[in-house]
């Protein structure tokens, strides 16, 4: 365990979604009042850029305004990231036996796995993430037959 940091490293597209949007999210989704009880579970903001380091500074700012105390969440500049082993990938997808089968055949390799964007999608809609309606505008891109499709369904519908 050492001395890590759990994290996720976001990877998006500044011409679709802002680094601003990114921080409402991630605060939005955040209790940012709370101490973490160990560096592993600490809550950061790593930054790539002085305007990123600045927009992370005035979100934290804002946050603490609204809880009206005081912030945990350190901002610091981005290191080297270190992805998960692949079995702690795509948790929520791992637990559903019959649509991992398939992704299992489309992406034989652990690393294709992991690299799938159809599988991260498909992991968000199993971990309750999504709607049906956003499920059923994109189900035909994630490339799961129709018995896949009629198990996400139902597990979309039951969350």
Excluded at 16 to 41: C, K, M, T
């Amino acid at each position: 365990m050492g001395d890590h940091s759990e994290s996720i490293r976001i990877e998006y597209d500044p011409a679709r979604v802002s680094y601003e949007a990114l921080l409402d999210i991630f605060w939005e989704n955040h209790s940012p009042g709370s101490r973490s009880f160990s560096r592993q579970y600490a809550s950061f903001i790593f930054y790539h850029s002085e305007e990123q380091r600045k927009s992370a500074i005035a979100s934290r700012e804002r946050a603490a305004a609204r809880i009206k105390g005081h912030i945990y969440t350190e901002i610091v500049p981005a290191s080297t990231f270190y992805p998960a082993e692949a079995y702690h990938q795509k948790y929520g997808l791992r637990s559903e036996k019959e649509i991992m089968r398939e992704f299992s055949s489309f992406y034989p390799a652990d690393h294709q796995f992991v690299a799938s964007t159809a599988a991260a999608r498909v992991n968000g809609y199993v971990s309750g993430e999504g709607t049906m309606e956003e499920l059923e505008a994109e189900l035909g891109s994630l490339g799961l037959s129709e018995e896949g499709r009629r198990i996400l369904r139902k597990i979309v519908k039951s969350n």
